[in-house]
């Protein structure tokens, strides 16, 4: 079917070489305006999003609660007698965290090692400060010394510091270490010396240089990435590990809070989800938890939208829920919610806000109740949840979701249903082939304008067309996605919120496919997905204004796809316009109802080599935003499309 559609495209414009169309932007007539959360972005801990990405702890599996309780580690020693380690369970010391490791050595330096290999390996910057902190306790005299040895792939020691004088209970010991060398795919030995016995908990390797250099931080680079699409929102902690795979796997908030060493480890659901793509050592630590996703998205100024379970497990996996006489600690988990985020610090859970060191609210506005359910068991809960909230939160906007399809039979339902209920918003997920997204560019164009608006909450396209390029983010998934958000822009009188899934990839550690940025341990790159979200977003504007071709919107005639903006801060006027054609078109716009424009008009186009490329870590940039600048005759500004580009032109009113 994608065959036909592109050769009978092929065939009619090749004819004429090049197509020429007019178009007229009615710069005097604002529509509606652009909701400030418009662009935004979704984060779930998948494909080592959290665990091995943002949340920049280096040490897997750091305080032994895998199942496999010495996973990742490894223990080197030249003989039995040089040192052994014991895994102990004392729930009496930590009931969240209760494992710890007791080595008991009698060696020189070099003898007994226990190394960690980090999640897929230690990335380390050449010269860069790294931050090593264990807990260690000792109950009998001894004179261990820990040497804390990074080194790269080949086992060269690229930096190195110790630890002794290690006496009484538990305490924190900490050490900086500067490296002298680059490392890929390094990891930590700790060396033991001396005799004695000790034991450890939480060793943990941070580097110095993370987001806004906190302690115990988020990657820089990572949220820088994230940071540059200025987002409206953070949708988090999911996607499907909200729900988890039984309700006793589904993500809990409350236990994402507060100290670190407190916050139980669970399993991550993707551990387990695809069976060609197992992932044993995957699990959630928490580290970036709830508190974390609130600060984040303050310092992105985007508001918050945390999605909660709804008592209602994956129905992909077990489907299990909640009996309704026990929905009781679910609805509390929303109600406590909206009081970590906004309440006063007297309150229970505004204090622990506050005992985090965040004493003013988090001004949270919005809330999820469950993410892809479907069927009356959801409906039934659904109301239960939203009587509660609205009864003490009258002014939060709760959103609902339709499940995890983009039409049918749970999709048609849920609309119904929730057209009688008190929805703020309609969550909508579609993962499809870049066709789909074509054809559905004017999918809000007639949707109800009286009922919840619309949070297009999980979008991505999907395409399939060859080996090399199957699931990835090549440029046909992301010229499908411009397309459609023209359509998602010019509706932005129901369209509110808008986000691509998922963000983020380990190249060395996903499970799904096509995701918006990709990283390894080092580094990050974007894709074209992402910078055609990018643009969206850096060009959000203020009000919609119609662009029309014989007084219709532009959405697939002449193979092209246009919306249009306002800045009223700037008093500029934005065009996104897509050509999908193999040829060229040379769009000339009117700008109808203003004085005049600026001659000089700023273009940024996105272009390919073929519909299959796409970007990588060794070649980030071939599909990548180019800048130029065109004259503008009058108020006709012509701009030669290149054959399936995408265009943000920004034209100065005056
Ligand atoms: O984005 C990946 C998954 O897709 C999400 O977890 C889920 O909501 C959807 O099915």
Same mark, same amino acid.
């Given at each position: ?78 003989? /039995? ?30 003898e007994y090692i226990l190394s960690n290999e980090g999640f897929r390996g230690m990335g380390f910057q050449k010269e860069k400060q790294y931050n090593f902190s264990v807990l260690l306790k000792t109950s009998s005299a001894n004179n261990i010394k820990i040497y804390i040895n990074l080194v790269n792939a080949s086992g060269k020691v690229i930096s190195s510091a110790a630890i002794n004088n290690i006496a009484g209970d538990w305490k924190r010991y900490t050490s900086s ?239 119904k249903e929730f057209k009688q209920l008190k929805p703020a918003l309609i969550d909508e997920h579609y993962y499809k082939p870049p066709e789909w997204f074509f054809k559905n560019a004017n999918r809000y164009d007639n949707y109800d304008r009286k009922g919840p608006k619309i949070f297009a909450g999980e979008y991505a396209a999907h395409s399939k067309d060859t080996a090399i390029s199957e699931g990835r983010n090549n440029w046909e998934s992301a010229l499908a996605e ?152 009058? /108020? ?19």
């Amino acid at each position: 079917m994608r065959k036909f559609f592109f050769s009978a495209l092929i065939i009619l414009l090749a004819i004429s070489g090049e197509a020429q169309t007019k178009i007229n932007v009615l710069a005097n007539k604002p529509g509606a305006a652009i909701p400030s959360t418009m662009w935004g972005v979704f984060f779930e801990d998948i494909n080592f999003a959290a665990d091995g990405g943002l949340y920049a702890e280096m040490v897997k599996n750091r305080s032994f609660e895998f199942p496999t309780p010495m996973m990742g580690w490894r223990e080197t020693r030249t003989s /039995k007698e040089k040192g052994k380690y014991l895994i102990i369970n004392q729930a009496a010391v930590n009931a969240s965290n209760t494992r710890f490791a007791r080595i008991t050595v009698n060696a020189a330096k070099g003898e007994y090692i226990l190394s960690n290999e980090g999640f897929r390996g230690m990335g380390f910057q050449k010269e860069k400060q790294y931050n090593f902190s264990v807990l260690l306790k000792t109950s009998s005299a001894n004179n261990i010394k820990i040497y804390i040895n990074l080194v790269n792939a080949s086992g060269k020691v690229i930096s190195s510091a110790a630890i002794n004088n290690i006496a009484g209970d538990w305490k924190r010991y900490t050490s900086s270490i500067v490296t002298t060398d680059t490392a890929q795919r390094g990891k930590i030995q700790l060396v033991f010396e001396g005799q004695g016995e000790v034991d450890m908990d939480m060793v943990s390797l941070f580097p110095e240089d993370t987001w806004k250099k906190r302690p115990y931080g988020l990657r820089n680079d990572l949220v820088q990435m994230i940071a540059d699409l200025k987002p409206g929102f953070i949708r988090f902690p999911g996607g499907c590990i909200v729900e988890g795979r039984e309700l006793s796997n589904r993500y809990q908030w409350k236990t994402t809070v507060g100290d670190i060493n407190d916050r139980k480890l669970i399993m991550n659901r993707w551990n387990v989800e695809f069976r060609n793509k197992l992932t044993p050592d995957y699990f959630q630590t928490f580290g970036l938890g709830f508190f974390e996703y609130f600060q984040l998205s303050e310092d992105l100024n985007a508001e918050p939208l945390p999605i909660l379970s709804c008592g209602m497990a994956c129905q992909y996996n077990s489907a299990e829920v909640a009996a309704m006489d026990e929905l009781q600690p679910y609805i509390d988990d929303a109600l406590d919610l909206i009081e970590f985020a906004n309440g006063d610090i007297t309150t229970h859970w505004g204090k622990i806000r506050n005992q985090m060191g965040h004493p003013q609210p988090f001004n949270l506005k919005y809330i999820g109740v469950g993410n892809e359910q479907w069927e009356a068991q959801y409906i039934e809960r659904y109301k239960v949840f939203e009587k509660a909230i609205l009864d003490k939160y009258p002014n939060i906007k709760i959103v609902a979701g339709s499940g995890p399809s983009a039409e049918g039979e749970y999709f048609n339902y849920a609309w119904k249903e929730f057209k009688q209920l008190k929805p703020a918003l309609i969550d909508e997920h579609y993962y499809k082939p870049p066709e789909w997204f074509f054809k559905n560019a004017n999918r809000y164009d007639n949707y109800d304008r009286k009922g919840p608006k619309i949070f297009a909450g999980e979008y991505a396209a999907h395409s399939k067309d060859t080996a090399i390029s199957e699931g990835r983010n090549n440029w046909e998934s992301a010229l499908a996605e411009a397309s459609f958000m023209t359509g998602l822009e010019r509706n932005a009188d129901i369209v509110e919120m808008a986000s691509y899934a998922p963000l983020f990839a380990h190249v060395d550690a996903w499970q799904w496919r096509p995701d918006l940025i990709w990283f390894d341990n080092l580094q990050s790159f974007g894709t074209p997905n992402y910078y055609v979200q990018k643009l969206f977003s850096a060009n959000k504007g203020t009000a919609v204004i119609p662009v029309l071709k014989d007084g219709i919107a532009i959405s697939g005639k002449d193979s092209l796809y246009a919306s249009a903006v306002v800045d009223k801060q700037t008093n500029e006027l934005i065009i996104k316009i897509t050509n999908i054609a193999p040829v060229a078109n040379a769009v000339e716009f009117t700008i109808d109802g203003v004085k005049a424009v600026n001659k000089e008009v700023a273009v940024q186009e996105l272009s390919a080599p073929d519909l299959y490329s796409f970007n990588t870590m060794a070649e980030p940039k071939v599909i990548y935003p180019a800048e130029r600048t065109i004259t503008a005759k009058g /108020k006709k500004v012509l701009i030669e499309m290149k054959p399936r580009s995408f265009s943000v032109i920004r034209i100065k009113l005056l």
